[in-house]
Protein backbone atom coordinates (compact mmCIF):
# COMPACT_ATOMS: atom_id res chain seq x y z
CA UNK A 1 0.00 0.00 0.00
CA UNK A 2 1.37 3.61 -0.88
CA UNK A 3 1.84 5.28 2.48
CA UNK A 4 1.87 9.26 2.85
CA UNK A 5 2.60 11.16 5.52
CA UNK A 6 -0.40 13.37 5.43
CA UNK A 7 -3.59 12.94 2.93
CA UNK A 8 -5.65 16.10 2.11
CA UNK A 9 -9.51 15.32 1.14
CA UNK A 10 -10.46 18.02 -1.34
CA UNK A 11 -9.19 20.48 -3.50
CA UNK A 12 -10.88 23.44 -2.67
CA UNK A 13 -9.01 26.58 -1.38
CA UNK A 14 -8.83 25.27 2.09
CA UNK A 15 -7.51 22.03 0.61
CA UNK A 16 -4.72 23.31 -1.54
CA UNK A 17 -3.62 25.48 1.05
CA UNK A 18 -3.17 23.22 3.86
CA UNK A 19 -1.37 20.59 1.32
CA UNK A 20 1.03 23.75 0.48
CA UNK A 21 1.76 24.43 4.32
CA UNK A 22 2.54 20.68 5.03
CA UNK A 23 5.03 20.76 2.05
CA UNK A 24 5.89 24.24 2.97
CA UNK A 25 6.57 23.13 6.47
CA UNK A 26 9.09 20.21 5.62
CA UNK A 27 6.75 17.16 4.99
CA UNK A 28 7.78 15.54 2.32
CA UNK A 29 5.12 12.76 1.45
CA UNK A 30 1.22 14.57 1.00
CA UNK A 31 -1.10 13.43 -1.04
CA UNK A 32 -4.50 16.00 -1.88
CA UNK A 33 -7.12 14.22 -3.40
CA UNK A 34 -10.22 15.58 -5.21
CA UNK A 35 -13.06 13.49 -6.56
CA UNK A 36 -13.44 16.37 -9.52
CA UNK A 37 -11.32 19.12 -10.56
CA UNK A 38 -8.97 21.83 -7.85
CA UNK A 39 -11.37 24.30 -7.23
CA UNK A 40 -14.57 23.51 -8.54
CA UNK A 41 -16.02 23.04 -5.21
CA UNK A 42 -17.54 26.03 -3.25
CA UNK A 43 -14.76 27.53 -4.30
CA UNK A 44 -15.84 28.33 -7.30
CA UNK A 45 -19.12 30.18 -5.94
CA UNK A 46 -17.21 32.69 -3.86
CA UNK A 47 -17.34 36.42 -3.85
CA UNK A 48 -13.74 36.45 -2.83
CA UNK A 49 -14.02 39.58 -0.53
CA UNK A 50 -11.12 40.25 1.30
CA UNK A 51 -11.51 41.99 4.50
CA UNK A 52 -10.26 41.61 7.91
CA UNK A 53 -13.22 43.34 9.41
CA UNK A 54 -14.78 40.88 11.95
CA UNK A 55 -15.65 41.12 15.02
CA UNK A 56 -14.34 37.88 16.70
CA UNK A 57 -10.55 38.47 17.08
CA UNK A 58 -9.30 35.43 16.37
CA UNK A 59 -10.80 36.18 12.78
CA UNK A 60 -9.54 39.34 12.62
CA UNK A 61 -5.71 37.84 13.11
CA UNK A 62 -6.49 35.31 10.68
CA UNK A 63 -7.17 37.76 8.06
CA UNK A 64 -5.00 39.91 9.01
CA UNK A 65 -2.19 37.48 8.08
CA UNK A 66 -4.23 36.34 5.00
CA UNK A 67 -4.35 39.50 3.72
CA UNK A 68 -0.02 40.03 4.14
CA UNK A 69 0.31 36.76 1.91
CA UNK A 70 -2.79 37.98 -1.16
CA UNK A 71 -1.32 41.59 -0.79
CA UNK A 72 2.55 39.90 -1.69
CA UNK A 73 1.45 36.56 -3.14
CA UNK A 74 4.17 35.75 -6.18
CA UNK A 75 6.35 37.06 -2.84
CA UNK A 76 5.08 34.13 -0.03
CA UNK A 77 4.67 31.60 -2.58
CA UNK A 78 8.59 32.38 -3.99
CA UNK A 79 6.95 32.04 -7.08
CA UNK A 80 6.97 35.28 -9.78
CA UNK A 81 4.03 33.55 -11.93
CA UNK A 82 1.58 33.81 -9.26
CA UNK A 83 -1.28 36.55 -8.97
CA UNK A 84 -3.80 36.25 -7.12
CA UNK A 85 -6.29 39.13 -9.27
CA UNK A 86 -6.13 41.16 -6.17
CA UNK A 87 -7.89 44.50 -6.27
CA UNK A 88 -7.15 46.74 -3.73
CA UNK A 89 -9.94 48.95 -3.41
CA UNK A 90 -10.64 48.58 0.73
CA UNK A 91 -13.85 47.76 2.25
CA UNK A 92 -16.46 50.34 3.08
CA UNK A 93 -19.08 49.19 6.32
CA UNK A 94 -22.10 51.07 7.69
CA UNK A 95 -24.22 50.58 10.30
CA UNK A 96 -27.26 52.75 11.91
CA UNK A 97 -27.59 53.89 15.32
CA UNK A 98 -28.22 51.32 17.80
CA UNK A 99 -26.60 47.62 18.62
CA UNK A 100 -24.85 47.42 15.03
CA UNK A 101 -23.51 50.67 15.26
CA UNK A 102 -21.66 50.11 19.10
CA UNK A 103 -20.57 46.98 17.55
CA UNK A 104 -19.10 48.36 14.93
CA UNK A 105 -16.99 50.80 16.69
CA UNK A 106 -15.94 48.24 18.97
CA UNK A 107 -15.11 46.09 15.96
CA UNK A 108 -12.87 48.89 14.59
CA UNK A 109 -10.92 50.20 17.52
CA UNK A 110 -10.49 46.18 18.62
CA UNK A 111 -8.87 46.34 14.55
CA UNK A 112 -6.71 49.43 14.96
CA UNK A 113 -5.06 47.35 18.40
CA UNK A 114 -3.88 45.08 16.03
CA UNK A 115 -2.69 47.45 13.99
CA UNK A 116 -4.71 47.30 10.93
CA UNK A 117 -6.04 50.48 9.04
CA UNK A 118 -9.68 50.84 10.29
CA UNK A 119 -10.60 54.30 10.44
CA UNK A 120 -13.94 55.79 10.94
CA UNK A 121 -15.02 58.45 8.29
CA UNK A 122 -17.67 61.25 7.91
CA UNK A 123 -20.43 60.50 5.12
CA UNK A 124 -18.69 63.30 2.91
CA UNK A 125 -15.44 61.30 3.03
CA UNK A 126 -17.60 58.18 1.96
CA UNK A 127 -19.45 59.37 -0.71
CA UNK A 128 -16.04 60.61 -2.04
CA UNK A 129 -15.08 57.09 -1.98
CA UNK A 130 -17.82 55.70 -3.37
CA UNK A 131 -20.02 58.55 -5.00
CA UNK A 132 -22.73 55.90 -6.48
CA UNK A 133 -23.90 55.28 -2.89
CA UNK A 134 -26.04 57.72 -0.61
CA UNK A 135 -25.04 57.71 3.07
CA UNK A 136 -26.37 59.31 6.38
CA UNK A 137 -25.18 61.46 8.19
CA UNK A 138 -26.52 59.15 11.56
CA UNK A 139 -25.03 56.24 9.80
CA UNK A 140 -21.71 55.03 11.35
CA UNK A 141 -19.26 53.81 8.46
CA UNK A 142 -16.10 52.09 8.92
CA UNK A 143 -13.27 52.01 6.61
CA UNK A 144 -10.56 49.66 5.64
CA UNK A 145 -8.35 51.21 3.04
CA UNK A 146 -6.36 47.85 2.98
CA UNK A 147 -9.09 45.12 1.30
CA UNK A 148 -10.63 44.57 -1.64
CA UNK A 149 -11.06 40.71 -3.59
CA UNK A 150 -8.79 38.40 -5.88
CA UNK A 151 -9.48 35.41 -8.11
CA UNK A 152 -10.94 32.21 -7.11
CA UNK A 153 -9.10 30.35 -9.85
CA UNK A 154 -5.92 31.95 -9.57
CA UNK A 155 -5.84 31.56 -5.77
CA UNK A 156 -6.32 28.28 -5.54
CA UNK A 157 -4.32 27.05 -8.74
CA UNK A 158 -1.25 28.74 -7.53
CA UNK A 159 -1.61 26.99 -4.07
CA UNK A 160 -1.89 24.00 -5.88
CA UNK A 161 0.81 24.62 -8.48
CA UNK A 162 2.84 25.67 -5.42
CA UNK A 163 2.39 22.02 -3.64
CA UNK A 164 3.30 20.31 -6.08
CA UNK A 165 6.37 22.20 -6.87
CA UNK A 166 7.53 21.43 -3.58
CA UNK A 167 6.92 17.57 -3.40
CA UNK A 168 3.65 17.25 -3.20
CA UNK A 169 0.90 14.86 -4.82
CA UNK A 170 -1.83 16.57 -6.28
CA UNK A 171 -4.36 13.99 -7.62
CA UNK A 172 -7.77 14.62 -9.52
CA UNK A 173 -10.89 12.82 -10.41
CA UNK A 174 -10.11 10.59 -7.08
CA UNK A 175 -13.13 10.17 -4.58
CA UNK A 176 -12.34 9.02 -1.02
CA UNK A 177 -14.83 6.65 -0.26
CA UNK A 178 -14.15 5.60 2.87
CA UNK A 179 -11.42 5.93 5.58
CA UNK A 180 -9.22 2.62 7.02
CA UNK A 181 -8.77 2.79 10.48
CA UNK A 182 -7.32 0.52 13.19
CA UNK A 183 -9.33 0.86 16.20
CA UNK A 184 -9.70 4.37 16.43
CA UNK A 185 -6.55 5.55 14.60
CA UNK A 186 -6.82 6.59 11.35
CA UNK A 187 -4.22 4.70 9.02
CA UNK A 188 -5.32 5.71 5.35
CA UNK A 189 -8.13 6.19 3.08
CA UNK A 190 -10.25 4.06 0.47
CA UNK A 191 -10.48 5.43 -2.97
CA UNK A 192 -13.28 2.81 -4.35
CA UNK A 193 -11.33 -0.63 -4.51
CA UNK A 194 -7.95 1.36 -4.01
CA UNK A 195 -6.29 2.26 -0.66
CA UNK A 196 -3.45 4.25 0.35
CA UNK A 197 -2.15 4.80 4.06
CA UNK A 198 -0.84 8.05 5.19
CA UNK A 199 0.25 8.98 9.26
CA UNK A 200 -2.56 11.82 9.18
CA UNK A 201 -5.73 12.50 7.55
CA UNK A 202 -6.96 16.22 6.98
CA UNK A 203 -10.62 16.19 5.65
CA UNK A 204 -11.54 19.20 4.22
CA UNK A 205 -14.72 18.47 2.68
CA UNK A 206 -17.01 21.41 3.03
CA UNK A 207 -20.59 20.63 2.20
CA UNK A 208 -19.52 17.34 2.04
CA UNK A 209 -18.38 16.80 5.18
CA UNK A 210 -21.41 14.76 6.12
CA UNK A 211 -19.59 11.96 4.40
CA UNK A 212 -16.58 12.16 6.86
CA UNK A 213 -18.84 12.31 9.52
CA UNK A 214 -20.34 8.69 8.35
CA UNK A 215 -17.62 7.43 7.87
CA UNK A 216 -16.21 8.28 11.97
CA UNK A 217 -19.49 7.53 12.93
CA UNK A 218 -19.85 11.17 14.70
CA UNK A 219 -22.33 13.50 14.31
CA UNK A 220 -20.61 17.17 12.94
CA UNK A 221 -22.92 20.32 13.07
CA UNK A 222 -23.23 21.41 9.56
CA UNK A 223 -26.46 23.09 7.54
CA UNK A 224 -25.52 23.17 4.27
CA UNK A 225 -26.98 26.78 2.99
CA UNK A 226 -27.78 28.07 -0.51
CA UNK A 227 -27.14 31.43 -1.18
CA UNK A 228 -27.48 33.83 -3.99
CA UNK A 229 -25.80 36.37 -5.99
CA UNK A 230 -26.39 38.37 -8.72
CA UNK A 231 -25.19 41.11 -10.69
CA UNK A 232 -26.52 44.77 -11.33
CA UNK A 233 -25.77 46.75 -14.35
CA UNK A 234 -26.27 50.33 -14.99
CA UNK A 235 -24.81 52.39 -17.45
CA UNK A 236 -25.62 55.45 -15.10
CA UNK A 237 -23.67 54.75 -12.34
CA UNK A 238 -20.85 51.96 -12.89
CA UNK A 239 -19.18 50.64 -10.09
CA UNK A 240 -15.79 50.74 -11.24
CA UNK A 241 -12.68 48.70 -9.67
CA UNK A 242 -11.21 52.09 -7.84
CA UNK A 243 -14.44 51.97 -5.83
CA UNK A 244 -14.78 50.11 -2.61
CA UNK A 245 -16.37 46.79 -1.04
CA UNK A 246 -19.84 47.64 0.76
CA UNK A 247 -21.26 46.25 3.49
CA UNK A 248 -24.67 47.72 4.56
CA UNK A 249 -25.42 46.42 7.62
CA UNK A 250 -28.95 48.80 7.25
CA UNK A 251 -30.48 46.81 5.12
CA UNK A 252 -32.66 44.09 6.29
CA UNK A 253 -30.14 41.30 4.33
CA UNK A 254 -27.36 42.78 5.74
CA UNK A 255 -26.18 43.51 2.42
CA UNK A 256 -22.82 43.77 0.79
CA UNK A 257 -21.46 44.54 -2.85
CA UNK A 258 -18.28 45.26 -4.79
CA UNK A 259 -17.48 45.85 -8.32
CA UNK A 260 -17.86 43.26 -10.76
CA UNK A 261 -16.42 42.49 -14.67
CA UNK A 262 -14.97 46.38 -13.86
CA UNK A 263 -18.68 47.92 -14.28
CA UNK A 264 -21.42 45.93 -12.91
CA UNK A 265 -22.67 45.16 -8.67
CA UNK A 266 -22.02 42.04 -7.58
CA UNK A 267 -24.38 41.81 -4.87
CA UNK A 268 -25.45 39.45 -2.20
CA UNK A 269 -26.90 39.06 1.32
CA UNK A 270 -25.88 38.45 4.66
CA UNK A 271 -28.10 36.29 6.26
CA UNK A 272 -29.22 33.02 6.66
CA UNK A 273 -30.27 31.45 3.10
CA UNK A 274 -31.98 28.15 2.47
CA UNK A 275 -31.50 24.87 4.19
CA UNK A 276 -30.55 22.21 1.87
CA UNK A 277 -31.04 18.43 2.80
CA UNK A 278 -28.00 17.41 0.97
CA UNK A 279 -24.84 19.20 -0.85
CA UNK A 280 -25.87 19.93 -4.64
CA UNK A 281 -23.43 22.27 -6.21
CA UNK A 282 -26.08 22.51 -9.32
CA UNK A 283 -27.10 25.63 -10.25
CA UNK A 284 -30.71 26.59 -8.63
CA UNK A 285 -32.66 29.28 -10.09
CA UNK A 286 -32.55 32.58 -8.11
CA UNK A 287 -36.50 33.70 -7.87
CA UNK A 288 -37.78 37.07 -8.84
CA UNK A 289 -39.35 38.03 -6.15
CA UNK A 290 -35.64 37.91 -4.60
CA UNK A 291 -34.24 39.41 -7.17
CA UNK A 292 -36.98 42.10 -6.42
CA UNK A 293 -36.49 42.08 -2.47
CA UNK A 294 -32.47 42.92 -3.03
CA UNK A 295 -32.95 45.12 -5.50
CA UNK A 296 -35.28 47.02 -3.82
CA UNK A 297 -32.88 47.26 -1.03
CA UNK A 298 -29.77 47.86 -3.33
CA UNK A 299 -32.01 50.94 -4.71
CA UNK A 300 -32.46 52.25 -1.15
CA UNK A 301 -28.35 53.19 -0.86
CA UNK A 302 -28.06 53.76 -4.63
CA UNK A 303 -30.65 55.30 -6.21
CA UNK A 304 -29.53 55.00 -9.70
CA UNK A 305 -29.79 51.31 -9.34
CA UNK A 306 -33.30 51.96 -9.46
CA UNK A 307 -33.10 51.65 -12.73
CA UNK A 308 -30.10 48.75 -12.95
CA UNK A 309 -30.90 45.66 -14.88
CA UNK A 310 -29.64 42.22 -13.79
CA UNK A 311 -26.66 41.22 -15.91
CA UNK A 312 -26.28 37.75 -14.06
CA UNK A 313 -27.50 35.83 -10.98
CA UNK A 314 -26.29 32.48 -9.70
CA UNK A 315 -26.23 30.39 -6.74
CA UNK A 316 -23.50 28.86 -4.20
CA UNK A 317 -23.55 26.73 -0.67
CA UNK A 318 -22.17 27.66 2.50
CA UNK A 319 -21.45 24.68 5.31
CA UNK A 320 -22.34 26.57 7.98
CA UNK A 321 -21.71 25.80 11.89
CA UNK A 322 -23.82 27.14 14.78
CA UNK A 323 -21.66 30.06 15.33
CA UNK A 324 -20.57 30.76 11.82
CA UNK A 325 -17.25 30.33 12.05
CA UNK A 326 -15.23 26.94 10.95
CA UNK A 327 -14.10 23.54 12.56
CA UNK A 328 -10.29 23.17 12.95
CA UNK A 329 -8.17 20.98 14.46
CA UNK A 330 -8.49 17.06 15.74
CA UNK A 331 -11.54 14.98 15.41
CA UNK A 332 -11.66 13.90 19.06
CA UNK A 333 -11.54 10.07 19.51
CA UNK A 334 -10.32 9.36 15.99
CA UNK A 335 -6.14 9.77 16.42
CA UNK A 336 -4.88 11.33 13.29
CA UNK A 337 -7.92 12.52 11.85
CA UNK A 338 -8.33 16.36 11.70
CA UNK A 339 -11.34 18.76 10.45
CA UNK A 340 -11.17 21.63 8.22
CA UNK A 341 -14.51 23.10 7.78
CA UNK A 342 -17.59 24.99 8.12
CA UNK A 343 -16.18 28.29 7.02
CA UNK A 344 -20.02 29.45 6.72
CA UNK A 345 -19.60 31.77 3.55
CA UNK A 346 -16.22 33.77 4.28
CA UNK A 347 -13.25 30.74 3.68
CA UNK A 348 -11.70 32.29 1.13
CA UNK A 349 -10.34 35.59 2.55
CA UNK A 350 -8.81 33.47 5.51
CA UNK A 351 -6.98 30.19 3.61
CA UNK A 352 -3.60 31.50 3.23
CA UNK A 353 -3.65 31.43 7.47
CA UNK A 354 -6.07 28.64 7.82
CA UNK A 355 -3.73 26.40 5.81
CA UNK A 356 -0.56 27.38 7.75
CA UNK A 357 -2.50 27.09 11.16
CA UNK A 358 -3.93 23.33 10.22
CA UNK A 359 -0.16 22.26 9.54
CA UNK A 360 0.95 23.42 12.27
CA UNK A 361 -1.13 21.53 14.38
CA UNK A 362 -0.65 18.86 12.24
CA UNK A 363 3.23 18.81 12.79
CA UNK A 364 2.64 19.49 16.61
CA UNK A 365 3.52 23.36 16.08
CA UNK A 366 2.00 26.22 17.62
CA UNK A 367 0.23 28.70 15.07
CA UNK A 368 -0.26 32.43 15.50
CA UNK A 369 -3.93 31.77 16.62
CA UNK A 370 -4.67 28.85 19.46
CA UNK A 371 -6.33 26.36 17.17
CA UNK A 372 -7.98 25.30 20.21
CA UNK A 373 -10.40 28.42 19.95
CA UNK A 374 -11.86 26.86 16.80
CA UNK A 375 -12.02 23.37 18.28
CA UNK A 376 -15.49 21.08 17.55
CA UNK A 377 -15.49 20.92 21.30
CA UNK A 378 -16.70 24.26 21.56
CA UNK A 379 -19.93 24.06 20.76
CA UNK A 380 -20.76 21.11 23.77
CA UNK A 381 -18.81 23.39 25.85
CA UNK A 382 -20.49 26.87 24.98
CA UNK A 383 -17.55 28.66 23.92
CA UNK A 384 -19.13 30.07 20.81
CA UNK A 385 -17.11 32.11 18.65
CA UNK A 386 -20.34 34.10 17.75
CA UNK A 387 -20.20 37.26 16.00
CA UNK A 388 -21.91 40.52 17.03
CA UNK A 389 -23.65 41.51 14.06
CA UNK A 390 -25.94 38.41 14.50
CA UNK A 391 -25.95 34.94 12.06
CA UNK A 392 -24.04 35.63 8.95
CA UNK A 393 -21.14 35.66 7.22
CA UNK A 394 -19.63 38.75 9.14
CA UNK A 395 -18.53 37.05 12.28
C1 LIG B 1 -21.76 32.51 -2.97
C2 LIG B 1 -20.55 32.51 -2.10
C3 LIG B 1 -19.88 33.70 -1.85
C4 LIG B 1 -18.75 33.71 -1.03
N1 LIG B 1 -18.08 34.87 -0.84
C5 LIG B 1 -16.98 34.89 -0.06
C6 LIG B 1 -16.24 36.08 0.10
O1 LIG B 1 -16.58 37.11 -0.47
N2 LIG B 1 -15.13 36.06 0.90
C7 LIG B 1 -14.75 34.94 1.56
O2 LIG B 1 -13.77 34.98 2.31
N3 LIG B 1 -15.42 33.77 1.40
C8 LIG B 1 -16.51 33.72 0.60
N4 LIG B 1 -17.20 32.57 0.43
C9 LIG B 1 -16.78 31.37 1.14
C10 LIG B 1 -15.58 30.70 0.52
O3 LIG B 1 -15.69 30.71 -0.88
C11 LIG B 1 -15.49 29.26 1.06
O4 LIG B 1 -15.45 29.30 2.48
C12 LIG B 1 -14.26 28.53 0.56
O5 LIG B 1 -14.14 28.62 -0.84
C13 LIG B 1 -14.39 27.08 0.95
O6 LIG B 1 -13.29 26.35 0.48
P1 LIG B 1 -13.19 24.80 0.82
O7 LIG B 1 -11.87 24.36 0.34
O8 LIG B 1 -13.53 24.58 2.26
O9 LIG B 1 -14.41 24.13 0.04
P2 LIG B 1 -14.67 23.68 -1.46
O10 LIG B 1 -14.15 24.65 -2.44
O11 LIG B 1 -16.12 23.34 -1.55
O12 LIG B 1 -13.80 22.38 -1.61
C14 LIG B 1 -14.16 21.13 -1.06
C15 LIG B 1 -13.70 20.12 -2.06
O13 LIG B 1 -13.78 18.83 -1.49
C16 LIG B 1 -14.05 17.93 -2.54
N5 LIG B 1 -14.53 16.69 -1.92
C17 LIG B 1 -15.58 16.55 -1.10
N6 LIG B 1 -15.72 15.28 -0.75
C18 LIG B 1 -14.72 14.59 -1.35
C19 LIG B 1 -14.36 13.22 -1.39
N7 LIG B 1 -15.06 12.29 -0.74
N8 LIG B 1 -13.26 12.87 -2.11
C20 LIG B 1 -12.54 13.81 -2.80
N9 LIG B 1 -12.88 15.10 -2.82
C21 LIG B 1 -13.96 15.49 -2.09
C22 LIG B 1 -15.09 18.67 -3.37
O14 LIG B 1 -15.16 18.14 -4.68
C23 LIG B 1 -14.58 20.10 -3.31
O15 LIG B 1 -13.80 20.45 -4.44
C24 LIG B 1 -18.32 32.51 -0.41
C25 LIG B 1 -18.98 31.30 -0.68
C26 LIG B 1 -20.08 31.31 -1.53
C27 LIG B 1 -20.76 30.00 -1.83
Not at 43 to 56: D, E, M, N
Not at 58 to 72: K, S, T
Request: hydrophobic fraction near 45%.
Amino acid sequence: MTHYESIVIGGGVIGVSIAYHLARLGQRRVLLLERGRIGEGTTAQSSCILRTHYTVPENVQLAQAAWRVYDDFAGYLDDREADCGLVRCGYLIAAPPGAKSTALHEALAAQRGFGIRAEVIDAPAARSLLPIASFGDDELIGYEPDAGFADAYLVTSAFARNARRLGATVRENTAVTGLVLAGRRVTGVACGAETIGADQVISVQNVWSGELARWAGVALPLAIERHSVMSLETKAAPYTRQMPVFKDLGVPGLLYCRSYGGAQMLVSEGTPGEVLAAPDTVQADVPLDRVVDVGGQVAGRFPAYAEAGLASSWTGLYDVTPDWNPVLGPLPGVEGLWLAYGFSGHGFKLAPSVGLLVAQAVLGRAGAVPIEAYALSRFAQGRLLAGRYGAGAVS
